[in-house]
C-alpha cells in the first residue's frame, strides 16, 4: 500500500508541477491486481474532501460509491479528487458526472476505470456509475 501511495504522490508532484490534474492507477496486468488506490478500495468510486491535493487517503474520503447507479450529490462544491478504482472484474466499468439530478444535464466528462482527476464539483449535481 505505501508503494502505491508513494506512486500516487509522485503523480500527484508531477501533475502539480506541470499543472495536469489528471492521476491513473496501475496499468495493464498490474490494473487487475490493484486494489486499495489512496484509501479508495477496489471496485469503487471516491470522492475526497475539499481542496486535499496531495497525501489523500482514506481518511480523506467523503463519498464512495459502489453499485452500478445514479448517486445525487450534496454538499461537494470547489475542487475534489474523484478516483474511478473499479479494476480488475470491474475494469470495464466507468463512471460519469452530471450537472443535474438524477443523471440529467451534461454528462459528459466521463472517468475510466482506474483514472482520477482533480475536479470543481460546484456544477456537478449526480454520478452515475455504468458498464
Known amino acids: 500500500m505505501r508503494n502505491k501511495l508513494r506512486n500516487l504522490l509522485a503523480v500527484a508532484a508531477v501533475a502539480a508541477a506541470t499543472g495536469t490534474t489528471v492521476l491513473t492507477g496501475a496499468t495493464g496486468a498490474s490494473a487487475a491486481a490493484q486494489a486499495d488506490w489512496a484509501g479508495c478500495p477496489d471496485g469503487n468510486v471516491c470522492i475526497y474532501a475539499e481542496g486535499r491535493y496531495s497525501n489523500i487517503g482514506a481518511g480523506d474520503i467523503t463519498n464512495k460509491y459502489f453499485r ?3 448517486y445525487n450529490l450534496s454538499n461537494q462544491v470547489n475542487e475534489h479528487w474523484v478516483l474511478n478504482n473499479q479494476n480488475g472484474p470491474f475494469e470495464d466499468a466507468y463512471v ?8 440529467t444535464g451534461d454528462c459528459s466528462k466521463v472517468l475510466g476505470p482506474g483514472y482520477g482527476e482533480y475536479l470543481n464539483l460546484t456544477p456537478i449535481n449526480s454520478i452515475v456509475l455504468y458498464r
Request: positive net charge; aromatic residues 18%; hydrophobic residues 10%.
Open 68 to 70: 452500478y447507479g445514479t
Open 96 to 103: 460519469k458526472l452530471c450537472t443535474g439530478y438524477n443523471g
